[in-house]
């Protein structure tokens, strides 16, 4: 009678759940937050239809569409996700099991000089960065809840599979899709742990190896009004701070990739003779990025970019998605005259294979930078309003864009070496 008893309460076998918990949280949450997305993408696909067939003035089109509703849609199709991280986060810690769970994994992250508390905000950090800050704060110890907010944009948050897929799919055959995958998300984990140390250093602040609070015996009954109340302030509050700020990043980002790029009867002409020679040609709008302010500096930033292999078009994906990883494929379909569509992807992964100022090498070096490089627009507003910090803010924003940099430009020079 005592065997089951014995191998339930193992070490291995509470691992084992832990990881089976957490892959059904996780696959909770998207299955949940996946219908709300696609809503949320079909209004605005609409409303853009409806701007496009109404609007006379081109730069005002122009605007609406691929300026204010692309960055207000691209902002709002991650709310659903985020909100439900929220509420499973709080949902977590009333009913006590986030303070089981980081009792049992303390040990671990002991080592690293975190401990337990640090496990469900970098967990989190797998959906997306800004609910893995907002999840410290139930840290007790100050110092350990500033190092893990700032190791969190480590963690593969979801805006980046996407841009993996792309890239993957650009270097590697179908076979190695998911071990690639697998790896990168294995890497993100491991800096943020040795990343750990390097913050503590640059701190000074010594390990973290105490956690007082007692394991609960009995789970707790969660106040569930006090929950949705508290989830609908947070996503309130994210809504305010970071979507107010990506929404005009958007409009600025747009706005220096439209201007001054070419006029309406230069547009003309060019189509006259496209339609005349029986050829496509691109929008308007992918015709005025290559003549815009941001290919200027993209192409003003390209030395910066030249040692991880980039060429100016991957450099203003890469500089622009601030605003969110998400938006180096679309950057990258309009700098290529893709217009986006399905199997826009498929043409998009065709289209850089043929460039051939884009090697493999540097695909995989682009890879690298954007696991390393996480700290987007959304993330920085919250880090923030967590700290009340510009030093610790400036941290969060310079410590992954140096690792980021060096590690690509470190692996693409010493690649280029073994390839030779």
């Known amino acids: 009678m005592n065997i089951p008893k014995a191998i339930v309460q193992s070490r291995i076998a509470k691992t084992i759940l832990l990881l089976i918990a957490t892959w ?25 239809r409806i701007v496009w067939n109404n609007v006379g003035t081109t730069t005002a089109r122009d605007f609406l569409i691929f300026g204010f509703l692309t960055g207000v849609g691209g902002f709002l199709v991650y709310v659903p996700n985020i909100m439900l991280l929220f509420l499973f986060s709080h949902i977590l810690h009333d009913t006590g099991i986030s303070p089981r769970v980081a ?29 893995a800050i907002h999840g410290a704060h139930y840290i007790q110890s100050p110092k350990n809840r500033l190092v893990t907010m700032l ?26 899709a998911g071990t690639v995958m697998f790896a990168l998300y294995l890497l993100g984990v491991f800096v943020a742990f040795i990343s750990s140390f390097a913050f503590r250093a640059i701190l000074r602040i010594g390990k973290e190896t105490v956690f007082d609070e007692p394991e609960p015996t009995l789970l707790k009954k969660p106040d569930v009004l006090r929950i949705i109340k508290q989830t609908m302030i947070d996503g309130w509050e994210f809504c305010k701070k970071a979507g107010s700020v990506i929404v005009v990043a958007a409009t600025i980002i747009w706005a220096l990739s439209y201007w001054p790029g ?17 050829q496509p ?9 290559h003549s815009s302010y941001a290919a200027r500096i993209g192409q003003f930033l390209e030395p910066a970019f030249k040692p991880l292999g980039q060429n100016w078009k991957n450099s203003i994906a890469l500089v622009t998605s601030i605003a969110g990883r998400s938006t180096i494929i679309s950057t990258l379909l309009t700098l290529y005259g893709i217009d986006y569509a399905p199997g826009s992807k498929d043409i998009l992964t065709h289209a850089l294979s043929a460039d051939p100022d884009f090697s493999k090498l540097a695909g995989f070096a682009m890879m ?43 692996f693409y020079t010493l690649g280029r070496v073994w390839i030779r």
Not at 120 to 127: I, R, T
């Open 151 to 176: 190791i969190a944009p480590f963690m593969s948050c979801g805006s980046k599979f996407g841009v993996y897929v792309l890239l993957i799919s650009f270097v590697f055959t179908p076979r190695l």
């Open 368 to 410: 690298i930078f954007v696991l390393l490089c996480g700290s987007c627009l959304a993330s920085i507003m919250m880090f923030y309003h967590e700290t009340k910090s510009y030093l610790y803010t400036a941290l969060f924003i310079l410590y992954p864009i140096i690792v980021a940099w060096t590690a690509s430009s470190l």
């Open 281 to 289: 040609i691109p929008s308007r709008y992918t015709l005025s990025y």
């Open 262 to 278: 070419i006029s309406q009867d230069k547009y003309k002409e060019l189509e006259a003779y496209a339609q005349q020679t029986n």
């Open 103 to 131: 009792r049992f994994v303390s040990p671990i992250f002991r080592f690293f000089g975190l401990n337990g508390e640090s496990f469900q905000p970098m967990l989190f950090g797998f959906g997306c960065s800004v609910t």
């Open 24 to 48: 059904l949280l996780f696959n909770c949450i998207f299955f949940l937050g996946t219908n709300p997305s696609q809503w949320i993408d079909t209004l605005f696909q609409w409303l853009m």
